[in-house]
């Protein structure tokens, strides 16, 4: 049974940039979920994705969107990177009042 | 807005003590509360799950309470080995279905 798949795993991207990550959910699950955690800080909530419409949204500005496929997959794009958006991006998958699966991450580097 | 807090911060104990991790949320309504463990660079790993109408969860060396009405959890780890040592991290699951993290408990159990 897969688990959460988040492609890339490493990604280096010059200020200004646009980056798409991916993420594809556990089997079964309807409800994608994304994080950024800095180093040495807890996961910080972006959006939560269900039936293909942003359901919920944290405290980041809009050059953070993303979407929702038919197959629940999900892509998390970032505009005009700055070097602040260097992190770990993690995503989750879930379903109705379930626990969080999450993916092993993609390691954003912005110079 | 839930606001998840974790005391200590870090924690360093000699191998084969019996440790307590805490967390305090400020919404009681929660749907679950669920622990993760981290490994340096890495993804998350959900350790325990307790949906809100649960007092605890058991596995293994690992216990986890939950008290609503308080708004506390602690995660309690039997008989700590070098390999528990990793940042331990606590979610809340609200009525809005996101989950929000703790900033983490970093622990080092020395052989």
């Known amino acids: 049974d897969a688990g959460v798949t988040q492609s890339p795993t490493h990604l280096i991207k010059t200020r200004g940039q646009q980056v798409t990550l991916r993420c594809s959910p556990k089997s079964g699950h309807d409800t994608v979920s994304w994080y950024q955690q800095a180093l040495g800080q807890g996961p910080q909530f972006i959006f939560q994705y269900y039936e293909e419409e942003e359901r919920q949204r944290g405290n980041f500005p809009d050059r953070f969107s993303g979407h929702q496929f038919p197959n629940y997959s999900s892509e998390l794009n970032v505009n005009a990177l700055l070097l602040g958006d260097s992190a770990l991006y993690l995503c989750a998958s879930s379903l109705a009042q379930g626990g969080y699966t999450f993916g092993s991450g993609t390691r954003l580097t912005v110079v | 807005k839930q606001e998840v807090t974790q005391i200590p911060a870090a924690l360093s104990v000699p191998e084969g003590e019996n440790l307590v991790l805490n967390c305090s949320f400020t919404d009681s309504a929660i749907y679950n509360l669920q622990w993760f463990r981290q490994d340096p660079g890495k993804g998350l790993t959900s350790l325990l799950l307790i949906q809100s109408s649960q007092r605890e969860q058991t596995s293994g060396r690992l216990n986890a309470s939950l008290d609503k009405s308080s708004g506390r959890s602690t995660l309690y780890i039997a008989a700590s080995q070098p390999g528990d040592s990793a940042t331990y991290l606590c979610?809340?699951?609200?009525?809005?279905?996101?989950?929000?993290f703790g900033a983490g408990t970093r622990l080092t159990v020395k052989p």
């Open positions: 979610a809340v699951s609200s009525n809005n279905n996101d989950m929000r």
